[in-house]
């Protein structure tokens, strides 16, 4: 017993001083209004509704640069550029490739905590794919009894180039200005073949 007390107070011992420097950075906190932010993610993209008839949804992964600014204490307005890392497949006949895209938001954040903030965003985004199809999505085609069913969204993707955008996130303050950014949302809806992409990230954000 006297050793599980032991451990536990040395555990909150050590939270105690890891709190302490965060909880006194937020007491000298500035305002973020007029502040400017870089930052870096890494974001998984969920392909859904692919397809007229099979609506399969698989994954792909992205890597994206972000710089905004504070236009106020309580919202923002940011920029968003990024490119493809990984592709997505569809039962192994389809191959999505999102080469790139570019993403302007305007949001509002609201403090939580002393270190955490939640904000929600809403803007449009350009992507640039294509869908090609795999050699078993080829040979099926190739075959007059037995056509793919991604034959028809094998081209550019997604058709329509512009989208509605929106994210939920949440920032953690864990330097000085320094914040690891958990988020999720839409990417982008294609009008002309139903598809949606869903786009989930994580990654730091540095405010100066």
Do not use: C
Request: hydrophobic share 40%.
């Amino acid at each position: 017993m006297n050793t599980l007390l032991r451990h536990l107070f040395t555990a909150a011992t050590l939270s105690a001083g890891l709190l302490t420097p965060v909880m006194a950075s937020a007491q000298d906190k500035v305002p973020r209004e007029g502040m400017t932010y870089v930052g870096i993610l890494a974001t998984g993209l969920n392909h859904r509704s692919v397809g007229q008839n099979t609506l399969e949804t698989a994954w792909s992964t992205t890597g994206s640069m972000v710089l905004g600014t504070h236009i106020s204490e309580y919202f923002h307005v940011e920029i968003r550029a990024g490119a493809g890392t990984t592709t997505a497949e569809i039962d192994n006949e389809l191959e999505l490739d999102i080469e790139y895209f570019a993403s302007w938001y305007i949001g509002g954040h609201y403090p939580i905590t002393d270190y955490a903030n939640a904000y929600a965003q809403f803007g449009f985004s350009h992507v640039q794919g294509v869908a090609t199809l795999t050699p078993l999505g080829k040979a099926r085609e190739a075959d007059p009894d037995d056509d793919s069913p991604y034959a028809s969204i094998a081209d550019e993707y997604p058709d329509s180039s512009f989208s509605v955008s929106w994210l939920l996130g949440l920032d953690f303050e864990v330097i000085d200005n320094g914040f690891i950014v958990l988020e999720g949302g839409r990417l982008f809806e294609d009008t002309e073949t139903g598809a949606n992409t869903f786009q989930f990230s994580t990654g730091f954000k540095y405010e100066f």
